[in-house]
């Protein structure tokens, strides 16, 4: 049972525009959003979080924003670059689960066209 | 300084051997995470030692067990592979007490078995 999903596989977009990538989960205990970068041959980079008790954190040009009724939480990158070209992974942990025990979903793989 | 270093970087095993994978953490970390990532999916924790003890496990079964060591060094052992054991094997290493937004990943794994 997949309980964290990223429903879109990929996504293009054009240099200096947007980039928004979507996360749902299912399970109302998650309480700790993370967003990971993976580039090919590479192991995941942790890149920005949320805790449950917010609504929006921002990191330079990371934004992530997290809607707890709707169990969504999207990842907005402003303004895109070449450079963050890679698969992004959404993430969710909770305290009955365990903090350590990532529930991630299938990530969506991002093309900046320059 | 290096990052978490994983050994060996690929390797095929047949169906019922056994396997063992190892993992160096990140200097000045001392909590070593195992995940497995099939292929297109997201990594799946499979569990996390602490002081030479297994503080969490995941949804595997006892053919999947670890082992740290007093340098902070984790293995990862396999027995009686199957063939749904393909995988890229994930090591995470972390501070202390630390959770996924602490996460350092290494380059993983990758087990083929035939």
């Known amino acids: 049972d997949q309980q964290v999903k990223q429903n879109s596989p990929s996504l293009s977009v054009q240099e200096g525009r947007i980039s928004i990538l979507n996360c749902d989960y299912t399970?109302?205990?998650?309480?700790?959003f993370l967003w990971y970068k993976k580039y090919p041959a590479e192991g995941p980079t942790f890149l920005i979080s949320?805790?449950?008790?917010?609504d929006k954190n921002e990191d330079g040009r990371f934004t992530v924003f997290l809607n707890k009724s709707a169990k969504h939480l999207s990842l907005h990158i402003v303004p895109s670059q070449p450079g963050d070209s890679a698969v992004y992974f959404c993430?969710?942990?909770?305290?009955?689960?365990?903090?350590?025990?990532?529930?991630f979903g299938t990530g969506t793989r991002l093309t900046v066209i320059p | 300084d290096a990052g978490v270093t994983q050994s060996p970087t690929h390797l095929i095993k047949t169906r019922g051997q056994q396997v063992t994978l190892r993992c160096s953490p990140k200097?000045?970390?001392?909590?070593v995470s195992w995940y497995q990532q099939a292929l297109g999916q997201g990594p799946q924790f499979i569990f996390q030692?602490?002081?030479?003890?297994?503080?969490q496990r995941g949804n595997f079964p006892d053919r999947f067990s670890g082992h740290q060591f007093p340098n902070y060094s984790s293995e990862l052992n396999v027995n009686a592979l199957l063939l749904g054991d393909s995988a890229l094997y994930l090591c995470?290493?972390?501070?202390?007490?630390?959770?996924?937004?602490?996460?350092?990943f290494g380059s993983g794994t990758r087990l083929t078995v035939v």
């Open positions: 995470a290493s972390s501070f202390p007490g630390g959770k996924g937004y602490g996460y350092t």
């Open positions: 399970n109302s205990m998650f309480d700790y």
């Open positions: 949320i805790s449950s008790i917010k």
């Open positions: 993430a969710a942990s909770s305290i009955q689960t365990g903090a350590n025990n990532l529930f």
């Open positions: 200097s000045g970390h001392d909590t």
């Open positions: 030692y602490y002081e030479e003890e297994e503080r």
